[in-house]
């Protein structure tokens, strides 16, 4: 009996020593994944970090973008204005030159009818002069 009793005493003590070192394993395996959910967390920090000064360089980025392109908008607007202007003066300026050349035609005809008529009167006084001098040949010879 006694001996059953020591030997339970030692079953129990082996037990205790098993279990407090299943403790100290599982205290260490604790810890370690203490240190690794630290280590995750910091990474995790790290990389959240990172991504919120590349979200803020994006932004920047974005606003400098959206602004060169409101101006490249203003400027292409100012074009469009220009070309619009140049066009309604190339337009005004063929509808001119169209207008010129009309007038200048028509100036050539009534030159060339004002040169005609001129040669009519002059032949026209040329026959009348014929004619007084015959005229005043036969006054003379009568």
């Avoid at 203490?34 to 990474?43: C, K, L, M, N, P």
């Avoid at 400027?75 to 010129?100: C, H, P, V, Y």
């Avoid at 009519?120 to 007084?132: D, F, M, P, S, T």
Wanted: hydrophobic share 45%.
């Amino acid at each position: 009996r006694e001996h059953a009793a020591a030997q339970a005493r030692v079953d129990a003590l082996e037990d205790l020593a098993a279990a407090q070192a299943k403790v100290v394993q599982l205290r260490r395996a604790s810890a370690d994944a203490q240190s690794q959910a630290a280590q995750a967390r910091a990474a995790s920090m790290a990389q959240a970090e990172h991504r919120d000064r590349e979200i803020a360089s994006l932004r920047e980025a974005l606003g400098m973008a959206q602004t060169r392109v409101s101006q490249l908008l203003s400027e292409n607007e100012a074009l469009q204005a220009r070309a619009a202007t140049a066009a309604t003066s190339d337009a005004r300026a063929r509808e001119l030159e169209r207008q010129l050349l009309s007038a200048k035609a028509q100036a050539k005809v009534q030159l060339d009818h004002a040169a005609f008529v001129q040669r009519q009167e002059v032949a026209a006084r040329k026959a009348l002069e014929r004619q007084i001098a015959q005229l005043e040949a036969r006054l003379s010879s009568s």
